[in-house]
């Protein structure tokens, strides 16, 4: 919610939950089945086994969500850090000093809009991908485009090694008629009521880049989640709602078609669906895994009764995390009381063995988690940030965040509870032995915590700052930088105060002294309603350590004059600046100098920019990521590519695209 205040943001999310709290009735809670600590095996995962079964465990979880209604979240998600088996090596692209995708873990890869490898350039442009020989940046020019519109695929990410494109998208399909029939029936271009949801995979040769050739194609049933690649295997996830399982009739298994095996359409079954005692949800968790070099090897389908939120990935594990709600019926919502604060996070970890899957432990957390960063593994133990409660609640309900570390048999083993009672998290980055939390309501407690014993965290320092950081990224072992908003402090008029965010922050911390973290440097660009994508998607960020360089793309607005109205007396809102620039920021960062802009690139024309109004839209000339080939820095948007020097950023090659 970046285009409202501090106060809606919070009070939006207290809406939503406060709605979802109505609608959700679980059964009697069932601890998690988990490995005893010293255990050598796992306790399998029970089976549904049939339709009957199946709709017999949607009974007895007394779930129920409205027509329309879907609970399923989007966000992206660690494991045991032990050596990849030998299939999965991972491999450099092409030689050359390059940027990569940013990540969170290394050696597990993330899909994005854009990918390199130190020559050429991959893009997702709509329903096209482009391929476009980008170094040297004077004879830049697009060798092949993938058209997606006649497939009825729209690409979302790819992935690039030295052999293979992937290109991720979005599809939709009619069920079939009945039983016998094995063709997929697409949807017409405008998708009506029937259509369900598919997650395809394309896979293309990249021996020839002005013709590339198709060697495989997967495609599941259910929303795209996350995926990782990590070197020849792909992994993919997946959620497939159950919008109306109380109609038998339309309950069916998860379907999927793999170029492998043909190209008709098979159907998983329930004898080999698992399920999550405890946790039951009316959707389809799906984890497909693929050997990108093995063409000929079959796809491996993995279907469980749940529904996956964020997804967190190591060189051996995927854990998939869903939140469990505990109401076990209809409430009425008071505001002078508490109310139960029961929401706890499940954690299921799936092993990984080449291009395979498989259920490895569980273990359950309270609170919530933010996003993929709340969740680490480290040494053989999984780290996760949770917050309880709620902002606005008092007593019981008030909220407070914690860690929790869970061993390898995924039982709990350390606890650091109780952190900035009344706040939640705003961002979390595990390092080592340390983690970092940003909590935040008025000003932002900026946590250093000691997870060196596991099983005893504990609060190392704190800084309290104005703002809030969306996102921490690593400088070193002993910096971080983070990114999110300014705020300022106003009077609402009845005693209090209020929190409202203003401009973009970027700050560097030094926690070298751990007890005592300072600010070393910060930057606010523009007011009130400027935002970057790396704010919800850390994708966006360019940096390199060993050049100095930072970069982000940023939408500005600014107000003229005054930048908080402060003049408008007790409880008044500060004011939304106007559109005033789109592209990208760059800057030089050391431990010395702090945080410096080099300068600005925008794609958008002075006419464009005469053009706009107080705001700003999705633009095919905005600015969507940074990347750099040597010594040449590269700015994209869906309209063209444009190269600069990185030594004084001028003008070296321009690519418009079609």
């Known amino acids: 919610m970046r285009s409202s205040d501090l106060f809606s943001r919070t009070t939006g999310l207290a809406l939503v ?25 796992v306790e399998p995962l029970p089976v549904v086994g049939s339709k009957e079964k199946l709709l017999e465990l949607l009974r007895q979880s007394q779930v129920h969500y409205p027509r329309g209604i879907m609970m399923d979240t989007m966000v992206s998600g660690a494991a045991p850090e032990a050596a990849p088996t030998q299939n999965l090596q991972a491999k450099e692209a092409a030689s050359g000093d390059f940027s990569r995708t940013n990540i969170q873990v290394e050696g597990v890869d993330e899909g994005d809009l854009v990918k390199t490898d130190g020559q050429y350039i991959y893009q997702v442009r709509g329903q096209r991908v482009s391929v476009i020989k980008a170094y040297p940046p004077g004879e830049m020019k697009e060798l092949s ?31 079939p008629p009945g039983p016998a029939e094995k063709n997929l029936l697409r949807c017409p271009p405008a998708p009506g009521y029937g259509c369900r949801q598919a997650t395809r995979a394309v896979v293309y040769d990249l021996s020839d880049r002005t013709a590339l ?37 339309e309950i069916t298994p998860p379907v999927y ?52 939120e964020n997804l967190y990935a190591s060189t051996a594990n995927i854990y998939v995390a869903m939140t469990k709600w505990a109401s076990r019926g209809p409430i009425v919502y008071d505001s002078t009381g508490p109310t139960p604060n029961s929401e706890q996070t499940n954690i299921y970890r799936f092993s990984l063995k080449g291009a395979r899957t498989s259920y490895s432990g569980q273990g359950t957390v309270p609170g919530t988690i933010l996003n993929q960063f709340s969740m680490d593994e480290h040494n053989g133990f999984f780290r996760i940030a949770t917050t309880c409660g709620q902002v606005w609640g008092k007593g019981a309900n008030a909220s407070a965040n914690n860690v929790y570390t869970l061993d390898a048999n995924m039982n709990l083993a350390g606890q650091l509870e109780g952190i900035a009672p009344g706040e939640k998290i705003y961002s979390t980055r595990f390092m080592g032995n340390r983690a970092y939390m940003v909590t935040f309501k008025k000003v932002d407690p900026f946590f250093v915590i000691d997870l060196k014993d596991p099983r005893n965290p504990a609060i190392l320092g704190k800084l309290k700052i104005p703002g809030y ?13 983070g990114f999110g ?60 350590r060993e050049k100095n360089l930072l970069a982000l793309p940023v939408t500005v607005m600014e107000i003229e004059g005054s930048k908080v109205r402060s003049d408008q007396g007790p409880g008044a809102f500060p004011e939304y600046g106007s559109f005033a620039f789109q592209g990208a920021y760059i800057y030089h960062i050391d431990l010395k100098n702090g945080l410096q802009l080099r300068g600005r690139i925008t794609h958008l024309s002075g006419e464009d920019y005469l053009k706009a109004g107080d705001s700003w839209y999705d633009s095919s000339r905005n600015i969507q990521r940074i990347l750099y080939i040597n010594n040449q820095l590269y700015t994209l948007s869906p309209d063209r590519i444009q190269a600069h020097a ?13």
């Not at 950081?469 to 930088?481: A, G, Q, R, T, V």
């Not at 990185?646 to 079609?658: R, V």
Request: glycine share 8%; charged share 15%; net charge negative.
């Open 257 to 308: 078609r793999d170029s492998a095996r043909g190209s008709g359409i098979n159907s998983t079954d329930f004898a080999s669906m698992h399920y999550f005692p405890g946790c039951i949800s009316p959707s389809y968790l799906v984890l497909a895994a693929l050997d990108l070099g093995n063409p000929q090897q079959q796809v491996d389908i993995q279907t469980y009764l749940g529904n996956g």
């Open 145 to 175: 485009c993938l058209d997606f519109s006649a497939m009825g695929l729209n690409p979302v990410e790819l992935f690039v090694d030295d052999r293979f494109l992937v290109v991720i998208g979005n599809s939709s399909f009619s069920p």
């Open 17 to 41: 939950f406060t709605f979802i709290f109505l609608l959700v009735v679980t059964g009697p809670w069932k601890s998690p089945t988990t490995a005893q600590p010293g255990s050598t095996s």
């Open 469 to 481: 950081s969306d996102y921490l990224h690593p400088y070193d072992e002993n910096h971080i930088i």
């Open 646 to 658: 990185l030594s004084n950023l001028n003008l070296t090659g321009e690519l418009l695209l079609p």
């Open 213 to 249: 050739k198709k060697v495989r194609e997967v495609e599941v049933e259910g929303q795209y989640l996350s995926s990782r690649k990590i070197g020849t295997a792909l992994y993919l996830a997946t959620n497939q709602h159950l919008y109306y399982w109380n109609n038998e009739e």
């Open 485 to 544: 908003k300014d705020t300022v402090e106003l009077s609402t008029g009845s005693g209090g105060t209020q929190a409202y965010y203003q401009g973009l922050k970027i700050a560097l911390f030094d926690v070298t002294d751990v007890s005592n973290p300072r600010l070393m440097s910060n930057q606010i660009i523009g007011d009130r309603g400027t935002d970057s994508e790396l704010l919800q998607n850390h994708r966006a960020l360019l940096f390199s």
